[in-house]
DNA sequence: CTCATATACAACCATTTGGTTGTACGATAC
DNA sequence: GTATCGTACAACCAAATGGTTGTATATGAG
């Protein structure tokens, strides 16, 4: 499986838009289904501007893509990204395991 | 199995926390071993105190601990922090997944 | 055509972030 | 005891963040 690693940039930028709960959320409603910003904004306390600034953060960051329909810009969650996030952090669990690993090593030539 | 979820206040520091390549690059480095404060800033090209506040800013995520062995304070990964983040990223996925399912279902019924 | 809607974007502002230097203090080495 | 090492923490600063309001523009409705 051939895994398009992202620079430090982008996964900075990434992880740094997840970190905020209403971009979290919108997240949430843009991967369940498609969403125009206006819809968005109306759900936050908050103006549109504001929403639409997290809009783009997510959309640098490749969380959310958007595209026009008419007047309206639609929003689609990118569960690539959301992906490439999650084996990172799987990467760093597997360097817990592999030390855990090492210390049964240890243990065992000790048993011996 | 019982998953103890973060507050949304402690996710953003968190997803925060990761957010920063030193940062990134501390949490490898004490998942996969025993750490001394002065290590880790022998390693980076910023000032001691720097990397001291990337240390402090991992350990209010609680993606690592401290724990003081002579006048040295050794840093701890912390992997079940990053299981939690992992685990909210997967509850991300699977919003995804279980659109694609229902997707399906109305492709199947139309074929009826 | 005119009006309302949806979006884009600039300018502005307060707060947070990420770095610095300097000072203080406990633990270890000599 | 004194010097050194490792850490803690405060004060400071520039830049980034997250919000605001205001203005402009394109699309759709009537």
Known sequence: MVVYELSEEQTNKVFRALADATRRDIVRRTLHAEVSISELAASYDMSFAAVQKHVAALEVAGLVSK????RERIVRGQPDTIRHAQELLTSLEDIWRQRISRLDD???DEAT
């Open 106 to 108: 240890f243990l065992s």
């Open 67 to 70: 595209i026009a329909r008419g």
